[in-house]
């Protein structure tokens, strides 16, 4: 069975930190483009962080650049997303994803959720006092 898992979720005050993992069974998740995304409730769906698959260049949408950190751990199959400083409008279910481009290696990453093909459940993250 080939699945992705997110876990780390929980609520939290704001200023907090919270660090989530994405963690895949059966497959290899540094054969990837992984993105993170996040949907609030009545909102779209929009794109978080991403990780590119071979340089591990990162790209992270405005709103969180110097607050969340997208990391991979090839030993465990992981990706991470520590989330500092978090804010209320952070609250929202956050997933993650595999690209789904095959051979695009050099090519960094984007965080189109339209651009992304196997996804996990979701995890929830409040930030609320």
């Known amino acids: 069975q080939v699945q992705l898992v997110e876990s780390g979720g929980g609520l939290v005050q704001p200023g907090g930190s919270l660090r989530l993992s994405c963690a895949a069974s059966g497959f290899t998740l540094d054969n990837y483009v992984i993105g993170w995304f996040r949907q609030a409730p009545g909102k779209e769906r929009e794109g978080v962080s991403c990780?590119?698959?071979?340089?591990?260049?990162?790209y992270y949408r405005d709103s969180v650049k110097g607050r969340f950190t997208i990391s991979r751990d090839k030993a465990v199959n992981t990706v991470y997303l520590q989330m500092n400083s978090l804010k209320p409008e952070d609250t929202a279910v956050y997933y993650c994803?595999?690209?789904?481009?095959?051979?695009?290696?050099?090519?960094?990453?984007?965080?189109?959720?339209?651009?992304?093909?196997?996804w996990g459940q979701g995890t929830q993250v409040t930030a609320s006092s």
């Open positions: 990780i590119s698959k071979s340089d591990g260049s990162t």
């Open positions: 994803a595999t690209h789904s481009c095959v051979d695009c290696s050099g090519y960094g990453c984007a965080i189109d959720p339209t651009e992304y093909d196997f």
